[in-house]
């Protein structure tokens, strides 16, 4: 770390800002690819949204300080202290990442229930028949009602950002250009080389390809083929 006296200070790793902007395009393509019934995208945007989550979640253990969860999940007395003064931190304010757990939390919970359900037509997860019918009922029935609660979150999410935009907070600027202001004085944070983050994405992609790639392609390819004729 080092001791930072004036001006934008860099807060912000590539890895979390190019995740959260990258989320941001995949659930809007994977809310529409299943209003489409493009089950073979739709299956392709969710690997690839799962292959940055789960590279994500261990970025939030290994990687830039800002990004490691032990940095931003706030301690009850930390919450309340921001509460009680607003004061702009380096990093994720505390309740900006009670909201970032919510949401992780959700994707992570749709990834696992879209692996167990079944359109009752063509597609089936590729957990569909090694879980009871019970289980998938429920999964099913989550992942509805999940994608809905995710939207509701973004949305008030989405809300609050403008907020602190419009009040000077430029969180949604410094989500761009990864820069804050911040008090004189502030230690910066220590920040890594996102590379390491877009490798694991790599590996991470590759694995799920290896396990599903054989079922997803042919589909993903006759939903082009739909896309092309329409």
């Not at 202290?81 to 505390?94: F, I, M, R």
């Not at 900006?96 to 994707?107: C, F, G, K, Q």
């Not at 359900?117 to 997860?125: A, F, P, Q, R, W």
């Not at 694991?200 to 790639?213: P, Y």
Request: hydrophobic share 55%; with cysteine; aromatic share 12%.
């Amino acid at each position: 770390m080092q001791q930072i006296q004036t001006g934008p200070m860099q807060v912000f790793d590539l890895a979390v800002r190019l995740f959260h902007w990258f989320q941001v395009l995949l659930l809007a393509g994977l809310w529409y690819s299943a209003e489409q019934e493009w089950y073979g995208l739709h299956q392709l945007l969710a690997y690839t949204l799962a292959s940055l989550l789960g590279a994500r979640l261990i970025w939030g253990l290994l990687g830039s300080e800002t990004a490691c969860f032990r940095h931003f999940v706030p301690a009850p007395r930390q919450l309340r202290q921001y509460l009680a003064d607003k004061t702009s931190v380096a990093g994720h304010n505390p309740v900006s990442a009670l909201m970032i757990l919510a949401l992780l939390l959700l994707v992570t919970l749709q990834f696992v229930s879209g692996l167990m359900t079944t359109d009752e037509v063509m597609t089936e997860g590729p957990l569909y028949s090694l879980v009871p019918d019970w289980l998938s009922s429920l999964a099913g029935s989550w992942h509805e009602l999940g994608f809905n609660l995710l939207l509701g979150l973004i949305a008030i999410h989405v809300v609050a950002a403008l907020w602190h935009q419009l009040s000077g907070d430029k969180v949604i600027s410094a989500m761009w250009h990864g820069r804050k202001e911040l008090p004189v004085g502030t230690i910066a944070p220590r920040l890594l080389n996102s590379l390491k983050y877009f490798l694991l994405v790599f590996i991470l992609f590759c694995g799920l390809m290896g396990w599903q790639g054989s079922a997803v392609w042919p589909q993903f390819l006759a939903d082009l083929q739909t896309m092309q004729a329409m």
